[in-house]
């Protein structure tokens, strides 16, 4: 089952609504948005995939640091290419939604920023991790020394069984003391 | 998908419940678990709990459609009374969100402050969430004094009824605030912006509301809505104060995870655009680097020499006097202009006015040349840059809430004649009835003055100050300019001045019962002009301050602004003679005079029951009952604290465990491996 042709069927979009946390208009939006992103022939085309680089050119994750991260999380693509399709899509859109659970708004910031997708976050995730959030260019990384030392403030903050990664239970008790995750973790078309 | 499955249902008995809650990946798996053959306990009928369920699994679509139709097989037939209960949570449901929607849409300037914390970051955007709270605090105690005062007035006037013979000295009645003869345009401005003349007899002021004879006692109204004026600001102070002390406690202080927290949820998935998004990395960038840098310092400073602490202690202590010493020199300036003005209140002209609003030029000249003053003593001092933040807090707000204190503590003195009442001029009246023949409504026109120069101020120091300096620093480029730079936004300072325009409105309210709602546009304008000159001239600051921390403190600031109001009201109406020419007390001894007079008019079976609930029958048990809901209520914190700690401990422990078995497993893989290789040689 996918989409059919340009519009959603009631039951399907009724499905749609009780799997997710969007509502009716959320997703008759999304629809829209995810077709335009698609070419006139494959609209027609039942379960189409759209490529990450389409993707990319949405203006919600255009510029997001995590937006690579986060076609790959979502997708369900067996080449592991980041592709998404629109079921994918709904599912990205449901987890970064206003009423969207801590729970899974928390699981899924986790495999965002598990760069090497072992389950645990360790050194060399949370480098990436800051260097996403400080900016790519060499001019606006950390030095070494201040990497250093802020990776082990964080491991010694939050690694509660002191096993040098920090892994999921360990991640939710520190989001679960950040007031402001719920609101900031949010993307809305 | 076959060897998890199988995997799952293995961990399925012993982890069932857990995986109920959340579908967290074991350590070495990518996708969470799902229990496909759940146990008996958990055939649950109730519908509606297998729907959240399968919403907060962290499943792709077609995984969670196919739990879905494993669900519904297991499901049998509801019963009638089933189906209503499904049907009542699922409308319920919809009611909440819709109802969130809806106040979603209320809320005042979500998009704008959103905009502001993406661009500015959170110390600019908790300044506008506190403005947006007081202007609507305002709007609604307006609410409450137009209800309850403002139309029973405006009726009771249009309906002619007798006015109420007042008693006293001939010469204490004389009042005539309406001018006389010709008014030239320009005293009509004049007037405007001192609140005399044809605005001193309206509704705006004191002294225009009567004692009429009716059913709804005025007088009384007037009173009590004052007061419950005060304790519903205190009620909405403290109610946020505890909304912001849980999320202070819950985050450890935030000192404790802060870099975690930074790290893990710091970025906002909101920013739209390339510049949006590289103002939040510089801002994330320099939040870290300045608490870094700022645990090298504390580093460093634990490793100082004695002798140098010594020095910088004693530095401390000659910079306290030094600041204590501009500020005791500030008040001392106000005192003075303060009598200077009221003794040269009769001048007319622009003269006139400006020796009218001569204490608020100088408290203003001194609210703004001493804390810069304390800045150069901050920099001298070297304490941490939190500390120097609420160090820079306290001193700003000494001066600013002082010199009102001294403002109206010089008010008062004239009026009662330095507290002699029996003496000098207030002899007749036991008021200064020659200088203030309505001596409330003068007060009010003093807050009424002080509410307008702040907002005027405020406004030129937009348009003379903050454009210009961006045009001089964007058109020329010189050394000069650039060093200077653009301007910061500095929160603590305009924080500081929203706080005392709060002050100042509650210590005129009983005076000049429309300043709520004068105050709400004031504050109204005011978020305007701040968000235009925000975003037009400043840059983002350079150095972060936590806003979790300082939100409560700002709550403090404004509670000791509320309490020197609440302090300011209980002297007049305790204390003071009402004038006996203008106002609703005009024939009483003391305003509180009314409530006493009023409760004998009451029926016989409410004094009895009024009288019983203050006498010490009653208040008693009552204090008791609170003392022993308050144990309770410490026993349990103590009690949650206690389990939080054994769990950390516990989950210590558990990882120790693991390592343990792990290394275990290893060693009896090796004895295992070691006998087949030497049975292989």
Not at chain 2, 355 to 377: H, K, M, R
Request: overall charge neutral.
């Amino acid at each position: 089952m996918g989409t059919t042709a340009s519009q959603l069927g009631k039951d399907l979009l009724s499905e749609y609504q009780e799997l997710t946390f969007l509502t009716k208009q959320e997703i008759l939006l999304a629809h829209k948005r995810f077709s335009e992103l698609l070419s006139k022939d494959e609209r027609n085309l039942p379960n189409t995939r759209v490529s990450m680089e389409r993707i990319l050119t949405l203006p919600e994750l255009k510029s997001n640091p995590f937006r690579e991260r986060i076609c790959h999380v979502f997708s369900t693509s067996d080449q592991k290419n980041g592709s998404l399709s629109f079921e994918d899509f709904l599912d990205l859109l449901s987890a970064f939604s206003d009423s969207a659970t801590l729970e899974i708004k928390s699981h899924y910031a986790f495999r965002i920023f598990d760069f090497d997708d072992d389950g645990t976050l360790d050194c060399g995730d949370l480098e990436k991790l800051v260097n996403c959030l400080t900016g790519e260019t060499d001019d606006t990384r950390l030095t070494t020394d201040e990497m250093r030392q802020l990776i082990n403030n964080i491991l010694e903050e939050s690694d509660i069984d002191k096993d040098g990664t920090v892994n999921l239970s360990e991640f939710q008790h520190v989001i679960s003391r950040s007031p402001d995750f719920v609101s900031s973790f949010k993307i809305v078309l | 998908m076959e060897p998890q499955r199988q995997n799952s249902s293995y961990h399925g008995d012993q982890q069932s419940l857990r995986l109920r809650q959340v579908s967290s990946p074991a350590s070495n798996q990518n996708h969470p678990h799902f229990n496909w053959n759940p146990g008996p306990e958990e055939d649950e009928v109730d519908g509606s709990e297998t729907q959240q369920d399968l919403r907060t699994l962290g499943l792709p679509m077609g995984l969670k459609r196919a739990v879905r139709q494993v669900q519904q097989m297991k499901i049998p037939v509801v019963s009638s009374s089933d189906s209503w209960k499904l049907k009542r949570t699922k409308t319920l449901r919809t009611i909440k969100a819709r109802g969130r929607e809806v106040l979603s849409f209320l809320t005042l300037w979500k998009k704008t402050l959103q905009k502001i914390g993406g661009n500015f970051g959170g110390g600019v955007k908790s300044y506008f969430l506190f403005l947006r709270f007081l202007v609507v605090l305002n709007f609604f105690s307006f609410l409450l004094i137009g209800g309850f005062i403002l139309i029973p007035s405006i009726v009771l006037t249009s309906v002619d009824t007798q006015l109420v013979n007042s008693t006293g000295q001939e010469e204490c009645l004389e009042y005539d605030p309406n001018p006389q003869g010709l008014v030239l345009f320009y005293d009509y401005l004049l007037d405007l912006l001192s609140g005399t003349g044809f605005m001193e007899y309206s509704f705006l002021f004191y002294g225009y509301y009567s004692m009429k004879d009716s059913s709804y006692s005025l007088p009384l109204a007037y009173l009590l809505t004052a007061v419950f004026y005060f304790a519903f600001c205190l009620i909405c102070i403290i109610v946020r104060m505890g909304t912001a002390a849980r999320v202070t406690v819950a985050t450890g202080g935030g000192a404790v995870g802060n870099y975690s927290s930074i790290v893990f949820t710091g970025w906002d998935y909101g920013c739209l655009g390339d510049r949006a998004t590289k103002l939040k990395q510089n801002n994330i960038r320099y939040q870290l680097q300045v608490d870094l840098e700022e645990e090298r310092l504390k580093q460093q400073a634990a490793a100082l020499t004695a002798s140098q602490k010594l020095l910088l202690y004693s530095l401390r202590v000659s910079m306290f006097f030094v600041a204590v010493g501009f500020i005791a020199a500030a008040l001392y300036g106000i005192f003075v202009a303060t009598e200077f003005s009221q003794g040269r209140s009769g001048d007319e002209g622009i003269l006139g006015l400006v020796f009218e609003y001569l204490p608020s030029i100088i408290i203003t000249a001194g609210n703004f040349v001493v804390p810069l003053l304390c800045d150069q003593i901050a920099s001298v001092e070297k304490y941490p840059p939190t500390v120097t933040i609420i160090l820079a807090l306290l001193r700003a707000v000494v001066l600013r809430l002082a010199g009102l204190i001294v403002l109206l503590s010089t008010l008062w003195s004239q009026i009662t004649c330095n507290g002699q009442t029996t003496s000098g001029e207030c002899q007749l009246c036991q008021y200064d009835h020659k200088n203030y023949p309505c001596w409330e409504s003068r007060i009010g026109q003093e807050m009424y003055k002080l509410t307008l120069f702040d907002l005027l101020i405020n406004m030129a120091t937009l348009v003379l100050a903050e454009f210009p300096r961006r045009l001089l620093v964007d058109s020329w480029s010189n050394k000069l300019t650039q060093w200077v730079g653009r301007q910061e936004f500095v929160v603590p300072a305009n924080v500081l001045g929203l706080v005392y325009g709060q002050t100042v409105v509650w210590t005129g309210t009983l005076f000049c019962p429309l300043l709520p709602l004068i105050n709400t546009i004031k504050f109204i304008v005011l978020f305007y002009c701040k968000k235009l000159t925000l975003f037009q001239n400043c840059r983002p600051a350079l150095k972060t301050f936590r806003s979790t921390t300082s939100n409560f403190f700002f709550l403090l600031v404004l509670l000791l602004g509320l309490g020197i109001a609440t302090m300011v009201m209980i002297y007049s109406v305790a204390q003071i003679h009402p004038s006996m020419a203008c106002g609703p007390f005009r024939s009483l001894p003391n305003i509180w005079s009314i409530v006493p007079n009023s409760f004998y008019s009451l029926s016989d079976v409410t004094q009895e029951f009024l009288f019983f609930i203050g006498s010490q029958a009653f208040s008693i048990p009552l204090f008791t009952l609170s003392c022993v809901v308050m144990c309770y209520i410490i026993a349990l914190a103590s009690v949650y604290g206690k389990s939080v700690a054994l769990l950390r401990a516990q989950l210590k422990a558990e990882g120790k465990d693991k390592q343990f078995l792990v290394k275990q497993y290893e060693k009896l893989r090796q004895q295992l491996q070691m006998p087949e290789q030497s049975g292989g040689l």
